[in-house]
């Protein structure tokens, strides 16, 4: 089985958040330097409003060139939108930091989403995108075992007859007697530390 995780366990801080009033071209400046994808658009109170992407700071930024047409383009193109919430979408898919990660991956596939607001009591307290994902399976197996010894030594400092091997994200335990509540415990533990993909649990 894969790891299981919750989405505060993997999201991370907001690159950055929007006010209403700024305009497109600052938020596309910011954009820019902080190499981000998207930013939710908040209020005074940090309520959620709407999320920007970097397609919607280009709409109608850029006019048709006429030497790229044989036909004559429009002389007087509508003014480009000035503020974010010109742009912004106003219906965000989010989901709550304590959801299942395995849940927002699946919303993320069927809506085709590249990044979502972790919401905590309607307001933004994270993100989380494809690239976060992504960058949890590509783990090398040292981290994920540091990662795993930390995180038995944390949640189960009892048990200490196992040890562990870990290999492109397979985790083998190897303990000895233990009990059927302690082998569950321990691979529990297990499956929740990013970059494992299966664990299998010995009992020699």
Known sequence: ???TLLVKE???APRMVLAPHTTVREAARL???QEATA???VD??????GIVTEIDLLRDRFEADPRAWARPVDASPPAPPESVTDVMTREVVTIAE???VADLVDLMVRRRLREVPVLRAGRVVGM??????????YRTDAEVLADLRAALAEGAPYVEQCSAQVRDGFVHLDCENISAQQRRLVTSIARTVPGVSRVI????
């Not at 989380?128 to 399976?137: E, I, K, P, T, V």
């Not at 649990?201 to 020699?204: A, F, K, L, P």
């Open 10 to 12: 993997m999201m991370t």
């Open 201 to 204: 649990v010995d009992n020699t």
């Open 39 to 41: 930013a939710p658009v």
């Open 31 to 33: 954009f820019a330097e």
């Open 1 to 3: 089985m894969g790891e």
């Open 128 to 137: 989380l995108s494809r690239g976060d994902l992504l960058r949890m399976h």
């Open 44 to 49: 005074d109170t940090g309520a959620l409003l």
């Open 98 to 100: 304590n959801n299942d």
